[in-house]
């Protein structure tokens, strides 16, 4: 078994806060999207020009699984969450690995442009999956029927959908900046929440379902009830687009992200504003995500080529560590373990993905 095939040995200083703990390097393509195995025992990447799907045993740096060579970029990845199937779409289809068998399903009269998000519903029964032709399917998770096609995108599909905690609603936003959450399981419109007519970048419910947040180009966020649909709370304070929202993993705050290279953290029940991340290195925030028992927040940001994924520590709000990115990722630059203080981001070249540690020793928990 080659080096490549057990994952490259990291060389050379990590940066402060961080240990390099591997490099998985599959074939020379870039990497465009990466998702980590509910369990924490598989990374699955996926790469454009001869674009491929690689499977990694996390342990051990193994390679378990390299796909055929599909005819476009794989942008589109999400497992199970029981784990024993991944997703993954190219062009305009989907199709689900079984991991036990090794079988593939297609998922059946795919979109017709180009797809760009899969997402699973809570319970493993049902795939949805986001094209940039406005479209977003609904399949069933077992035999790769379709179940059901939101309507009503025809002016424009902007933010990625979000399935409620309890995969009984689907969240889908819209350019004229109307949110919209329809029955899970029959695809028919309950709820229609509209704001000021300003583009939805992103969609997140709490972790308890009882609140939609929606952030837009009007330099606001927006939170909803989730159940009825209520505007609860408009939050202001932003001086640039909203591109992204992240509830913490207790549901009790909401980070907001801008242009404005501020991060905002907001009180679920009063929409009062409790802290405010100042001074990021580049406007083009990409993405937010908590680690999973909310004592980190991290942040993807750019500016040009390069890119850094930002670490703070979330008790006392101080800046820890940070990551380099090689470039913009279209799909998932970093992701974190999903138990575990470990975050794998694209890097260091658009070919690898490195396996970080937030240091022990530190100020980090180990």
Not at 231 to 256: C, F, K
Not at 289 to 305: E, P, Q, T
């Amino acid at each position: 078994m080659s080096v490549d095939d057990m994952g490259r040995q990291p060389q050379g200083a990590s940066p402060r806060g961080v240990r390099l703990l591997r490099v998985f390097q599959g074939r020379e393509n870039f990497v465009v999207t990466i998702a980590w195995s509910p369990d924490g025992t598989r990374l699955a990447t996926g790469s454009a020009d001869e674009a491929r799907l690689h499977i990694w045993n996390t342990h051990s740096g193994e390679l378990l699984y390299v796909s055929p060579i599909y005819p476009s970029s794989i942008k589109a990845l999400a497992w199970s969450p029981d784990a024993r199937r991944l997703a993954f779409g190219f062009s305009t289809e989907a199709w689900i690995w079984d991991s036990g068998s090794g079988e593939l399903l297609t998922c059946r009269e795919g979109h017709h442009a180009g797809l760009w998000r899969l997402s699973w519903s809570s319970d493993g029964t049902r795939l949805a999956g986001w094209s940039v032709g406005w479209e977003v399917r609904v399949w069933d998770g077992g035999n790769g029927n379709v179940l059901y096609e939101v309507p009503g995108h025809n002016e424009g599909l902007k933010s990625p959908m979000a399935w409620s905690p309890d995969g009984r609603m689907l969240a889908t936003g819209q350019t004229d900046g109307i949110v919209r959450m329809w029955d899970g399981y029959t695809g028919q419109l309950l709820h229609k929440l509209e704001g000021d007519q300003d583009k939805v970048w992103s969609l997140g419910w709490s972790p308890d379902g009882t609140r939609l947040a929606a952030s837009t180009t009007g330099n606001v966020a927006r939170i909803w009830d989730g159940s009825n649909g209520q505007l609860h709370h408009v939050l202001r304070g932003h001086e640039g687009w909203v591109r992204a929202v992240e509830w913490s993993p207790d549901g009790w705050q909401l980070a907001t992200g801008s242009t404005d290279t501020t991060i905002r953290l907001w009180d679920r029940d009063s929409g009062k504003l409790r802290q405010t991340l100042q001074g990021l290195p580049a406007p083009f925030l990409h993405a937010l995500a908590w680690s999973n028992d909310g004592m980190y927040l991290a942040a993807s940001v750019y500016k040009g080529r390069p890119g850094q994924v930002l670490i703070w520590h979330t008790p006392d709000w101080t800046w820890r560590a940070t990551v380099p990115l090689p470039g913009l990722i279209h799909g998932n630059g970093f992701i974190w373990h999903p138990y575990r203080p470990l975050l794998v981001a694209v890097g260091p070249t658009r070919a690898e993905v490195s396996l970080w540690q937030l240091e022990a020793g530190s100020d980090f928990a180990s």
